[in-house]
Structure formats: C-alpha cells, structure tokens
Nanobody, 115 residues
Framework: QPQLVESGGGLVQPGGSLRLSCAASGSIGSINVWKWYRQAPGKEREFVAL???????VYADSVKGRFTISRDNAKNTAYLQMNSLKPEDTAVYYC?????????WGQGTQVTVSS
C-alpha cells in the first residue's frame, strides 16, 4: 500500500487552475517538511515549493505568486494550489514528505497545460 498518494492532476488551458493533494498514511510518522517537485520531459527534477512545521513556505522563482503550498496536519495531507498555469508548468508533479528516518515520495501526477 502506497504511503503517499497523490491526486488532482489533469489537462487545463493556459491561465487555468488545479489543486494537487498528497495524502500520507499514519504509518510514516510525524512529517516535518512537505515538499513538491516536478519533472518535465527531457528536464531534471525541479524543486517547486516546501512548507515547514511552523508553516514557513519557500517557492521556486518560476512559481512565485502563482502556486500556494499548504498542509493539514489533522488530515495528514499536503496541497499545491496552482493558478495562472502556463505551458511550461507541464510536468509530472511529485510530493515528498520528510520524516526523521527517511523521505517518502508520492507516485506522481501528470499536469498538462495546453498551448
């Protein structure tokens, strides 16, 4: 059974919005930092955003002002709200949950922004 399960990807037009979700099972323990990454065809995996236990957020320059990361500790879930999407946002998006022992990764969800 996957320990991080992603959902919310899809096909949208430029300027559209999507919200990605990443739900963690309780078995992985207390999550310190949530992160989102993405990987476009032919490109290296790219950091997108993170949120700490104190709710501090960090964003890649390419998504600042358009994406918002959040977390719901009671639901053991992280989110990535993506607005004003551009064709260059097309990628497979991966969530990452950092615990004391090791990082955990979601299975990836495809986001496609048409030209």
């Amino acid at each position: 059974q996957p320990q991080l399960v992603e959902s919310g990807g899809g096909l949208v037009q430029p300027g559209g919005s999507l919200r990605l979700s990443c739900a963690a099972s309780g078995s992985i323990g207390s999550i310190n930092v949530w992160k989102w990454y993405r990987q476009a065809p032919g490109k290296e995996r790219e950091f997108v955003a993170l949120i700490t236990g104190s709710a501090t957020t960090v964003y890649a320059d390419s998504v600042k002002g358009r994406f918002t990361i959040s977390r719901d500790n009671a639901k053991n879930t992280a989110y990535l709200q993506m607005n004003s999407l551009k064709p260059e946002d097309t990628a497979v998006y991966y969530c990452n949950a950092q615990v004391l022992t090791r990082p955990y990764w979601g299975q990836g969800t495809q986001v496609t922004v048409s030209s």
